[in-house]
């Protein structure tokens, strides 16, 4: 009995374990191979520093991407590849992955997805996360319109005074 090749959409997607904080590296190089499709969604947001604010970008689920090939012609070029640790597997066999699954998250992610900061409205306090008055609890009293300054009240030396600064430059307190 022959068998017929399968075609790329008949593939079923398969869950690889890639080295954590290296997940970018491994779908890279997993690319650069013929007939590999390989998906590695990823996540952006702004995290407090020593350094301030800064963007960071990682894997939307650390440790694991998701990748189609045939199986039995690329297997060893896969699970060899920089940053791969392996397929995962459940009692001998590859974990796969729906297709509806996959397709889901590429039409909600569209790429790489951008985590918004957590919203500051008048009324709430805030930390300044930088600057001179870095650790300071501050009140917010208004949003400037296009949402990128405010306007807070901080104490200083006992009296209460009024300061605009960039939104980016509090942090919600606790």
Known sequence: MEQTPLSSTSRPWLCVRAQTKREHIAASQLKRLEGVEVFCPRIRFRRNTKRGKVWF????????????????????????????????????????????????LRNEMDGTVIIPGPELKAGDCAIMAEGAMR????????????????????????????????????????
Do not use: H, N, W
């Open 135 to 174: 650790g300071l609890q501050v009140l917010i009293r208004q949003v400037l319109p296009g949402g990128e300054r405010v306007k807070i009240l901080m104490e200083l030396m006992g009296t209460a005074v009024e300061a605009e600064v960039p939104i980016e430059a509090l942090e919600p307190a606790a």
């Open 57 to 104: 970008d990682e894997a939307l689920f650390p440790g694991y991407l998701f990748v189609r090939f045939d199986f039995d012609t690329m297997l060893r070029a896969v699970s060899g590849a920089v940053g791969v640790r392996g397929l995962v597997r459940f009692a001998g066999e590859c974990a796969q992955i729906p297709e509806f699954v996959v397709e889901m």
